[in-house]
């Protein structure tokens, strides 16, 4: 997946990822995501949650971030 950005964009979201996941666990949590955008409706995160979180493990790893985002 990593593959097909390119440099200049993995380095954005690889900055941007970092900004969200303030903890720095390489995980962004339903709680950090909500901290990072306070107006994102429930039903957003919910759409986020069911579309992106493949693993359904309630966190997304950079590689679902990315999934996401592109």
Do not use: C, W
Not at 23 to 47: Q, T, V
């Amino acid at each position: 997946m990593t593959a097909e950005i390119s440099g200049e964009r993995l380095a954005q979201l690889k900055n941007t990822f970092a900004s969200i996941d303030t903890d720095g666990d390489g995980y962004i949590s339903e709680a950090e995501l909500k901290n990072h955008f306070p107006d994102l409706p429930a039903e957003a995160l919910g759409a986020m949650s069911q579309e992106a979180d493949s693993d359904q493990d309630g966190r997304y790893s950079f590689e679902e971030f990315i999934r996401a985002v592109s």
